[in-house]
């Protein structure tokens, strides 16, 4: 197995902890003057998603994790899992729904989606940076009323509830931002 | 850590604004030394022998030396202190040095490769002398009126750490400080005391150092002693000094060893330790070792501080490069 030490350390490295898949988010030489270095790494565990922190003795090594990021079409969810296929292969994989609950309502059939493979099974999906969804609830704004900032809540078509401006209405398309849930724009048709 | 907030408006501007800055920190730093009658002295980057210390690695570049056949390997200096100690012994008096000096692997918020140093010597100063100096100095730069505190190895250790005696403590116990405070280390054995002291050291308590304050910590174990002396009444205590401000380590002073066969000992030392670790053989610094055996160093004190750093603190910067032209990789 290919390993890594650590002074090949840096921001999106891939590598296992206790069999984890695990990518560094921050990497801090910590040299004293007169004493042995160390690393102070800042990693994600891809499996968990949680930030967590070890100072490792510089020299050590760690092993590499078959990790990859993978552009995957989003095909449809038959309730218990999401399917997605490679366009140019028409390779298919399935995650369990439980696994992509906090960007599921971002997902949209046909959209091409990153999913990242971990010994090439998907073990996340982050869905593209700005989708057009369908408003299909929010309460008609105030006549008139066509700047206040404050918005109101509005339900889109895959069931994700953002803040939209009070113009928006009901059948609108709107350009959202994923990664923060936040309304952009009114898409053009 | 948060990304450093920077004036985009006018990107070159701010660039400039920045240097001037730098500019007028070195112009300060000369100033306060010209203004006390110690001399400048331009040591040479370049040398034969290089500093054998198993955490510090010299960088070198081969020279075509007329009359050889093969280019020959120089090192660039990691510090000014050999030139400026053989300096010494031939009685320049106190003296200083400010330029760049150059260590190896290390590229981070807080280091960059090439980086700028003050280091300075003054004759019959003291320990304490000297700490008491390099504290005015940098209570000037820093301008702030931060009282300045001096606070001893075993103090910082019973305080930050509580642990009552770092000198007697076992690797368990600090191992058990570390743990404590969730922090996980990997590839430091059980038993390896110095380290897991050295760690408690970094990962605990140099982050509460100099909050609001000059933090001097001094009389380091002899282990650590480097080229300092060691107390005549206590022989596992080193005279030497390490300056925090919010955190950051800033110099690394000592009282200076003068015994020329202790340093080839202490060279000697090293290198075999370089051999365990089977890290490269290097050549020592012959001249400095002939200079001190012929001409002994007059009892003196001496420090290094990192100007870089010294700015950072200055100017608020979050990142070291903030302070240069161009840091390593956009050079």
Redesign the interface.
């Known amino acids: 197995m290919a390993t890594y030490s650590t002074?090949e350390f840096k921001n999106g490295l891939k590598f296992l902890l206790d069999g984890q898949p695990c990518t560094i988010v921050?990497n801090?030489?910590?040299?004293?003057?007169?004493?042995?270095?160390?690393n102070?790494v800042k990693y994600r565990n891809l499996m968990t998603g949680r930030v967590?922190?070890?100072?490792?003795?510089s020299?050590?090594k760690v092993d590499a994790a078959d990790v990859i990021d993978t552009q995957l079409q989003y095909l449809y969810n038959d309730g218990e899992f999401y399917h997605f296929m490679n366009p140019e292969t028409f390779d298919q994989y399935q995650v369990a729904a439980a696994a992509i609950e906090d960007v599921s309502k971002w997902l949209v059939e046909q959209d091409e989606c990153t999913v990242t493979l971990f010994n090439g099974e998907p073990i996340s999906v982050t869905p593209p940076k700005t989708t057009v969804l369908e408003v299909i609830q929010t309460d008609p704004g105030i006549k008139g009323d066509t700047v206040d900032s404050s918005g109101k809540p509005a339900t889109l078509s895959t069931g994700a509830v953002i803040q939209v401006p009070m113009f928006v209405k009901t059948g609108d398309k709107v350009l959202v931002n994923t990664e923060r849930g936040e309304y952009l724009s009114r898409a053009k048709e | 850590m948060n990304e450093p907030v920077r004036d985009q408006s006018d990107p070159a501007c701010s660039v400039f604004s920045r240097l001037q800055k730098r500019a007028q920190l070195l112009q300060t730093l000369r100033a306060f030394f010209y203004g006390r009658g110690v001399m400048e002295v331009d040591t040479p980057i370049l040398s034969a022998g290089t500093v054998p210390d198993v955490h510090l690695r010299a960088l070198s570049t081969l020279v075509q030396v007329p009359g050889e056949r093969d280019k020959q390997r120089f090192y660039l200096h990691t510090s000014p202190e050999y030139p400026m100690k053989r300096l010494l012994c031939l009685g320049s008096g106190d003296i200083f040095y400010l330029g760049k000096v150059f260590r190896d692997g290390d590229l981070s918020r807080r280091h960059q490769v090439e980086f700028t140093m003050l280091e300075w010597y003054r004759l019959g100063f003291t320990l304490s002398d000297l700490m008491d100096e390099v504290a005015e100095l940098i209570g000037q730069i820093l301008g702030d009126g931060r009282p300045v505190e001096k606070l001893s190895y075993r103090e910082a250790f019973a305080h930050y750490a509580g642990i009552a005696d770092i000198f007697t403590a076992t690797a368990a116990e600090c191992k058990a400080v570390l743990d404590a405070r969730g922090i996980e280390i990997v590839g430091v054995d059980d038993d390896d005391k110095p380290l897991w002291e050295q760690l408690v050291l970094t990962e605990v308590i140099e982050a509460q150092l100099g909050r609001n304050a000059i933090t001097l910590l001094y009389h380091y174990p002899a282990r650590e002693a480097a080229l300092a002396q060691v107390l005549a009444d206590n022989p596992l205590v080193a005279e030497r000094f390490e300056v925090y401000v919010e955190g950051l380590e800033l110099a690394n002073g000592y009282h200076e060893l003068a015994d020329a066969s202790a340093y080839r000992q202490r060279f000697v030392e090293a290198l075999a330790s370089r051999k365990a670790l089977g890290l490269e053989a290097v050549p020592l610094d012959e001249p400095l070792l002939q200079t001190l055996e012929a001409t002994p160093l007059p009892d003196c004190s001496g420090v290094a501080l990192g100007v870089d750093r010294l700015l950072m603190l200055q100017q608020g910067y979050a990142d070291i490069k903030d302070g240069l032209p161009f840091g390593l990789l956009e050079a």
Request: charged share 30%; aromatic share 10%; glycine share 14%.
């Open positions: 002074n921050d801090t030489i910590v040299q004293p003057g007169k004493g042995q270095a160390f102070r967590l922190e070890k100072t490792f003795k020299g050590e």
